[in-house]
């Protein structure tokens, strides 16, 4: 089932502000969905697909994870956890991910004194915690809830909508 989210059902799943959605619109970090029905001059819609990579990317830019570095990270893990092809279920976009499955995301220095960012993906959590200050990304726990919050957002319009 194929769910049109709105930029209010967005920021009600990511629980975000409106000014501070809108910062990351100006970034272009949204779907090609979302952008080229903007630019038809439609009402700007998310996916779902959108929703799951904006999760990942919300914490990981509350970590310090500058957003469009948090987003790249954030667009590959989600498409290599697919295929999407936009005619999935809700629950199909974290139950890709084991429940156990755990992405670390850790800054670190490159040889010029840099600050890069690196990812590590674990599917045993005992592994994670013998690295140094991380963040733990859970993305099936991330996922599944900005989804869940989403789509009863995108439900709750469409019944006051009937009503």
Same mark, same amino acid.
């Given at each position: 089932?194929?769910?049109?989210?709105?930029?209010?059902?967005?920021?009600?799943?990511?629980?975000?502000?409106?000014?501070?959605?809108?910062?990351?619109?100006?970034?272009?970090? &949204?779907?090609?969905?979302? *952008?080229?029905? #903007? @630019? =038809?001059?439609? %009402?700007?819609?998310?996916?779902?697909? $959108?929703?799951?990579?904006?999760?990942?990317?919300?914490?990981?830019?509350?970590?310090?994870?500058? &957003?469009?570095?948090?987003? *790249?990270?954030? #667009? @590959? =893990?989600?498409? %290599?956890?697919?295929?999407?092809?936009? $005619?999935?279920?809700?629950?199909?976009?974290?139950?890709?991910?084991?429940?156990?499955?755990?992405? &670390?995301?850790?800054?670190?220095?490159?040889?010029?004194?840099?600050?890069?960012?690196?990812?590590?993906?674990?599917?045993?959590?005992?592994?994670?915690?013998?690295?140094?200050?991380?963040?733990?990304?859970?993305?099936?726990?991330?996922?599944?809830?900005?989804?869940?919050?989403?789509?009863?957002?995108?439900?709750?319009?469409?019944?006051?909508?009937?009503?």
């Amino acid at each position: 089932m194929t769910h049109k989210l709105r930029f209010d059902d967005v920021r009600h799943a990511l629980d975000m502000t409106a000014p501070a959605l809108r910062r990351w619109l100006q970034f272009k970090l &949204i779907g090609n969905t979302a *952008k080229s029905k #903007a @630019r =038809e001059g439609k %009402q700007l819609q998310f996916t779902l697909d $959108d929703l799951a990579v904006l999760a990942l990317v919300k914490v990981m830019a509350e970590y310090g994870v500058p &957003i469009a570095a948090a987003y *790249k990270i954030a #667009a @590959r =893990e989600v498409d %290599q956890a697919g295929p999407w092809s936009g $005619d999935q279920t809700a629950e199909s976009f974290w139950s890709r991910w084991a429940p156990d499955t755990q992405i &670390i995301v850790s800054r670190a220095e490159d040889k010029n004194g840099n600050t890069v960012w690196k990812i590590a993906k674990f599917e045993n959590a005992e592994v994670a915690y013998t690295l140094g200050a991380h963040l733990t990304l859970y993305p099936r726990a991330l996922i599944r809830a900005a989804i869940q919050r989403g789509v009863e957002s995108v439900e709750s319009r469409d019944e006051k909508r009937r009503a």
